[in-house]
């Protein structure tokens, strides 16, 4: 079973949508490339939206568009960049951003502040590795391909203890019922796999 099948088995079947590969024609034109085709096989099976609440995603005729976020994303951390090589402060930044040559190219974020891209690192698209900006934090790569690291994500949400998302002082005010109560919301602890579509 490939990763894109285990993914789609742990989300469940997708909304049936009407799949054209002309929907990537501009943004592949833009960037000059064809992308990674599980990728672009979840997102036309799926379309744009939240996987567990937490990471955002965007299919070329989305209501927020991926060719319209990429260049603002692009954009926003190329200046970034520039401001960070001035100031001799390289380490976070070690890869430009599309259009540059062999510059990251933006898909999605999450809601604890990181970017998600991909790395042209392969002629083939389908050997691209990811590489997260990390909110504050630097960056971090992973070698894909893109199914393979929403299922991680989606796992690593999985497998946290019950009371993840609390501070431990918090935990100090709360009486058992209300930790059980806030479980059984699923406000805190662990995050079953959704997708919701936006």
Same mark, same amino acid.
């Given at each position: 079973?490939?990763?894109?099948?285990?993914?789609?088995?742990?989300?469940?079947?997708?909304?049936?949508?009407?799949?054209?590969?002309?929907?990537?024609?501009? %943004?592949?034109?833009?960037?000059?490339?064809?992308?990674?085709?599980?990728?672009?096989?979840?997102?036309?099976?799926?379309?744009?939206?939240?996987?567990?609440?937490?990471?955002?995603?965007?299919?070329?005729?989305?209501?927020?568009?991926?060719?319209?976020?990429?260049?603002?994303?692009?954009?926003?951390?190329?200046?970034?960049?520039?401001?960070?090589?001035?100031?001799?402060? %390289?380490?976070?930044?070690?890869?430009?951003?599309?259009?540059?040559?062999?510059?990251?190219?933006?898909?999605?974020?999450?809601?604890?502040?990181?970017?998600?891209?991909?790395? $042209?690192?392969?002629?083939?698209?389908?050997?691209?590795?990811?590489?997260?900006?990390?909110?504050?934090?630097?960056?971090?790569?992973?070698?894909?391909?893109?199914?393979?690291? %929403?299922?991680?994500?989606?796992?690593?949400?999985?497998?946290?203890?019950?009371?993840?998302?609390?501070?431990?002082?918090?935990?100090?005010?709360?009486?058992?019922?209300?930790?059980?109560?806030? %479980?059984?919301?699923?406000?805190?602890?662990?995050?079953?796999?959704?997708?919701? $579509?936006?």
């Amino acid at each position: 079973m490939s990763s894109l099948d285990e993914l789609q088995a742990l989300l469940g079947a997708p909304a049936r949508r009407q799949a054209d590969p002309a929907d990537w024609d501009e %943004v592949e034109g833009h960037i000059g490339s064809a992308l990674p085709g599980d990728f672009k096989g979840f997102l036309n099976a799926y379309g744009s939206g939240v996987l567990s609440g937490e990471l955002v995603v965007f299919h070329p005729l989305g209501s927020s568009p991926l060719l319209t976020r990429m260049r603002t994303t692009h954009q926003t951390f190329t200046e970034r960049r520039d401001r960070a090589l001035r100031s001799g402060d %390289v380490e976070y930044f070690p890869y430009p951003f599309h259009p540059a040559p062999g510059g990251l190219i933006s898909w999605g974020y999450d809601y604890s502040g990181d970017e998600h891209f991909f790395l $042209p690192c392969d002629p083939d698209p389908d050997g691209w590795q990811i590489v997260t900006m990390v909110h504050g934090e630097g960056y971090e790569t992973f070698d894909g391909p893109f199914s393979s690291f %929403v299922l991680t994500f989606l796992r690593q949400l999985l497998d946290v203890d019950s009371y993840h998302g609390l501070a431990p002082e918090e935990l100090e005010f709360l009486e058992q019922e209300d930790l059980e109560e806030l %479980v059984a919301n699923g406000e805190i602890g662990p995050v079953q796999p959704t997708f919701k $579509p936006f």
